[in-house]
């Protein structure tokens, strides 16, 4: 690999895609390079309109999910992150996506890649496990994914936010962080190759991104710089390679991102998988063989010890009579994320006292943020009537962090009412204990929400053990209790 990647790049002050479980989606912190690399590709498919296959939809292709904190993280006997920790990189997460929906519009395509002639020196769908990230050093989710000729497996983060999917990749040449996998070694790939500066998927970089490509002039290759808000960021060589969803699924010529200064809190994972709604995503890539559609279940830190947890790319089974949908809302600023419409919360069965309107804003479903937030007006209400319910029966205790209801107890431990979230359509998700509280520490639990945004996002905590599926070509998001294997 050259030694001569650009150096001159300017970093968008907003989130690639949205940083992200296990599968990313940390809050990163670091000089300029953010990389996701081990997505699935098929070939042409960077190229494709989303939702136009070219052949019959194959049966899903499934992987096992954990959480980062879970007893299966190849290091779960070590130090992880401290919740504190995931906490602030939440709050990194939402700002970033907060400016980014606020301030997205007008963006135009980017031109051809700038030059830089300074150098840095030095018919089945598929289906894998999917993993708490707090393991990896993640507040999020991850899954193994193979890369290369022979495949090398690699932990990358899940993330719903994220378009471009990017790993860490040897020499690094400026910066790599900790991992628990040997670090990608492109030159013991026999397929790995480079993309160039006039190639299609290198001019789609700023729609992935929001930061423009670069071009290394001594070489023609292009750059990508992916960036998210916090001073985290990878940047590198766009590259594909030969893509390893299983055993006996697998994909060439998939693109992603080859980093080769990757700074920021991105725990110890490889790297990204974007899911996101754009052409050089995992999801995209993957559409024209398996459908454009996707779902997961993401278990709790405790059930990863177990597995449990899984994501599926593929249309099938999406329409299963199980799934309650809600209409996916397409905001023409960013065409890339999530967005549905939460019109309720109702405790024990009684809607908190809110008019309908107090829910109108952008709301947003993210695999990679790990609290729920809602408009001022909502949580307080809903903050209100759960602590008139719960606090003849225990103790509050004090705030940790941007929680500011909390209990003496373990969210085990403690019965608490039901709490319903309604969206478009009569979909929900009927939360109990493990979905509404979040344990900080030995002694204390606290409710999993919180305000101050301008934005609504349904965390991951919320979603764990439901079966969520994004059937982006039908335009709608499923939930199921019970999702969880």
């Known amino acids: 690999m050259s030694t001569t990647l650009a150096q001159s790049y300017q970093l968008s002050p907003f989130l690639e895609e949205s940083p992200g479980v296990s599968v990313c989606v940390f809050g990163f912190m670091g000089p300029l390079w953010f990389f996701l690399s081990c997505l699935l590709v098929v070939t042409g498919a960077a190229s494709l309109p989303p939702g136009k296959e070219l052949e019959p939809e194959l049966s899903p292709v499934y992987f096992d999910v954990h959480h980062g904190h879970g007893s299966l993280s190849p290091d779960a006997g070590e130090s992880a992150v401290s919740f504190l920790d995931v906490l602030a990189h939440d709050e990194n997460r939402i700002r970033v996506l907060t400016r980014r929906i606020a301030h997205s519009k007008g963006r135009k395509s980017a031109p051809a890649a700038r030059n830089s002639t300074r150098g840095l020196v030095g018919p089945q769908a598929v289906s894998t496990p999917v993993s708490s990230g707090l393991s990896i050093g993640s507040g999020n989710y991850y899954v193994k994914v193979g890369l290369g000729s022979p495949a090398k497996y690699y932990s990358l983060i899940l993330d719903t936010g994220s378009s471009l999917s990017w790993l860490q990749c040897e020499p690094c040449i400026i910066s790599c962080h900790a991992q628990v996998d040997p670090i990608f070694n492109p030159s013991a790939s026999k397929t790995y190759k480079t993309l160039s500066c006039s190639t299609s998927q290198c001019l789609n970089l700023k729609e992935a991104t929001l930061n423009e490509p670069l071009c290394e002039s001594q070489t023609g290759k292009c750059i990508y710089t992916a960036s998210y808000g916090d001073s985290s960021f990878s940047i590198g060589y766009l590259s594909q390679d030969f893509l390893s969803l299983s055993p006996s699924e697998s994909f060439p010529n998939f693109i992603y991102g080859c980093g080769q200064d990757n700074e920021g809190l991105f725990g110890r994972s490889a790297g990204i998988i974007g899911l996101a709604r754009q052409k050089l995503s995992l999801l995209s890539q993957l559409s024209p063989r398996y459908g454009y559609a996707f779902y997961y279940c993401l278990p709790t830190a405790t059930s990863s010890s177990s597995g449990g947890g899984y994501l599926a790319i593929g249309k099938a089974s999406v329409s299963a009579s199980a799934y309650k949908f809600t209409p996916m809302i397409t905001n023409p600023s960013v065409q890339s994320l999530y967005f549905l419409r939460l019109v309720g919360i109702t405790i024990s069965g009684k809607a908190i006292g809110v008019s309908a309107g107090a829910y109108n804003v952008p709301t947003i479903i993210d695999s990679g943020t790990v609290i729920t937030r809602l408009p001022d007006s909502v949580y307080a209400a809903l903050k209100q009537a759960f602590v008139k319910v719960i606090s003849a029966k225990y103790s509050?205790?004090?705030?940790?962090?941007?929680?500011?209801?909390?209990?003496?107890?373990?969210?085990?431990?403690?019965?608490?009412?039901?709490?319903?979230m309604v969206f478009q359509g009569g979909a929900d998700l009927a939360l109990n204990s493990l979905n509404i509280l979040v344990d900080v520490d030995g002694g204390r639990t606290c409710l999993a929400f919180t305000g101050g945004s301008r934005i609504a996002i349904i965390g991951n905590h919320q979603q764990q053990t439901f079966s969520i599926a994004y059937d982006v070509s039908n335009s709608r998001i499923g939930f199921a209790a019970g999702g969880c294997r």
């Open 396 to 420: 509050q205790a004090a705030s940790y962090s941007i929680l500011d209801t909390c209990f003496k107890g373990r969210a085990k431990g403690l019965s608490v009412p039901q709490i319903r």
